[in-house]
Every structure is written in C-alpha cells, then in structure tokens.
C-alpha cells in the first residue's frame, strides 16, 4: 500500500509543495508531474503537469524556505522532534527562540565534549604520586624537613673540565693569598 495525498484543497497545496521541493532538488517539472500522479491518482495528468508549471513559478520558489514550508505544514516542534526531522522550522516556535535553543544545546555538546576530553587526558596520566604519604607524614612537615636540608655548595679538588684548571679549596685559596700579601715586592732596577 503506497501513501496517497487526500482528495481536498490541502491535499492540492499539500502537491503544489512537493512539486516545489522535488523541483528546488533539480528535478524538472515533467518528472515532477510524473512523480504527484503517484502518490495522488486522482490528480489528472494534465492538472498534474499544471501544479509543476505553477510550482516551478517564481513566487512558489520564494515560499521555499524552512520557516515557510513549516508554516505550510503547520509543523508543530513535537511532531518534528519525533519524525526527526531536522531541516523543515517548527511553526510554533520563534526564530529567536530556535536559536536559543540551538546555542544551549551546542553549548550543552561543547561541555560534554570538553568533560569528554578531561576524562581522557586524566585517564592516560599516571597516577600522582605524593612523597609525603609514602613516608607517612603531613605535606607541611616533608617541605619543611626538605628546606632543612637544602643543598650546599660542594667545594672539591677536582680538575674542572672546561678550564683545564684545577680547582683549589677555599682554605688553600685563602692561604696563598695571604702568602703572597706577605711576600716582599720585587724591586725592579
């Protein structure tokens, strides 16, 4: 059994659209009138044909719009959201409105993405590990006990590696310089 457009002046209207939109999806209007006579039989070919002709007209092309076929239709957003049908407007509903609704809902998706996200990257982490629990004292403590032992400067004897010079500790420095405050200045003749 095959769906059939009623036998009324709306079914009429109801014809005239669709040839509108089958012929705003390039289809001609011959295929049109073929296609109506279909799914309305007791349409004549040749009334059929007309409904094309008129459809293909300027002012019904106009009319083709998601607010103005939806207003046609007398397409009430519950129906729309049940049939999913998402490119034809609601008749009940502002355009204003719609468009609220539209930038909650991306912003709704956009937060479920970014969460999404988070989720991810805290799952790929390692789990953070803290020095103080492994060694079972308060946080405060282990960075107060991690202040007291700073790291001192390491004097050593060492040969330094870049200057090729040997490094002398601070007790020699200090000993030779004050050898040579000491020694007498050479007299130049």
């Known amino acids: 059994m095959t769906w059939t457009f009623p036998d009324d002046d709306a079914g ?3 014809v005239l659209l669709y040839c509108a939109v089958r012929l705003s999806a390039g289809v001609s209007p011959a295929a049109a009138s ?5 799914f309305a ?5 040749e009334e059929a044909a007309a409904l094309a002709t008129r459809a293909a007209s300027e002012r019904e092309q106009k009319e083709l719009t998601a607010e103005g076929i939806g ?3 007398n397409l009430r957003n519950e129906t729309r959201v049940r049939l999913s ?3 034809i407007a609601p008749a009940d509903i502002s355009p204003e409105e719609r468009a609220a609704r539209r930038k909650a809902r991306d912003a709704a998706s956009a937060r479920a993405r970014r969460a999404m996200k988070r989720a991810a990257a805290i799952a790929d982490r390692p789990p953070k590990v803290e020095p103080w629990t492994e060694i079972g004292i308060s946080r405060r403590t282990y960075f107060r006990r991690k202040a007291k032992v700073a790291l001192k400067p390491v004097v050593s ?3 330094d590696i870049y200057s090729r010079r040997e490094k002398v500790p601070r007790e020699r420095r200090r000993q030779s310089e004050t050898d040579k405050r000491h020694e007498s200045p050479a007299t130049v003749h």
């Open 85 to 87: 049908i998402n490119t």
């Open 41 to 45: 039989p007791w349409l004549s070919e």
């Open 71 to 73: 207003q046609r239709l």
């Open 12 to 14: 009429r209207d109801d």
């Open 157 to 159: 004897n060492d040969i």
């Open 34 to 38: 073929r296609e109506v006579v279909r």
